[in-house]
């Protein structure tokens, strides 16, 4: 697997990472939403940059201009309800994508630490022979990231795939990595160092959906 770390290098980035960790910041949930909208535009970008491009002749006012634009036909698929700001900042650069939604939850058992992911929702264009985007703003143990993948598989099989996360921890890169094919790409913002007992990721910033959106009952 690519897997492309930007918490390697000091960018902007840094900035919108601090402002979603920091507790008192993270309380304003549309500066929350907006900084993963801004950092999937920015993971947006990067990624671009590995695409296919094609010759493409532009008429301007005085003149005919030469260029190149992408190739790849794109579909966006955000795993609800935390991935949707990041789904907006991803779609703000790929505006002509076609797009997928997917609910994936932890459903818990009689211990907390003990969950598996549960799939119920989805909505999914064919992706035979397209450039599958799956994003989820946390990869903590990677489980999701899999569970969604293997719902999407009776859609078609993607040319390729590219997973695009705002912070991970390490365990879920190494598990979703032993997944994949060695051509996928894992876009990542920032990388933490562990999980706890209960499979979050730690410093981390707590629960993504419920600071994007409000707190949800737990049944």
Request: glycine fraction near 6%; charge should be negative.
């Amino acid at each position: 697997m690519h897997i492309h770390n930007f918490s390697n290098q000091n960018t902007i980035l840094n900035t919108f990472i601090a402002e979603m960790r920091d507790v008192t910041i993270q309380k304003d949930s549309m500066r929350f939403r907006r900084n993963i909208e801004r950092i999937g535009e920015i993971l947006g970008y990067e990624l671009s940059k590995t695409l296919s491009y094609k010759p493409t002749t532009v008429k301007t006012p005085l003149g005919i201009c030469e260029l190149e634009k992408i190739d790849n036909k794109v579909v966006l698929c955000s795993i609800l309800r935390a991935g949707v700001p990041l789904h907006d900042g991803l779609l703000n650069y790929f505006d002509n994508a076609e797009n997928a939604f997917i609910s994936a939850y932890r459903h818990h058992k009689e211990k907390p630490e003990n969950f598996e992911i549960i799939v119920e929702y989805l909505a999914c264009p064919s992706l035979e022979n397209k450039t599958l985007i799956l994003a989820d703003p946390m990869l903590a143990t990677g489980q999701s990231m899999i569970a969604t993948f293997e719902a999407l598989k009776p859609f078609g099989t993607p040319k390729n795939i590219h997973l695009v996360s705002v912070i991970a921890a390490q365990e879920g890169i190494d598990f979703v990595e032993n997944y994949f094919d060695s051509e996928t790409h894992l876009w990542v913002a920032t990388v933490d160092e562990k999980l706890n007992e209960f499979g979050y990721i730690v410093p981390g910033l707590g629960d993504a959906g419920d600071l994007a959106f409000g707190e949800k009952l737990q049944h």
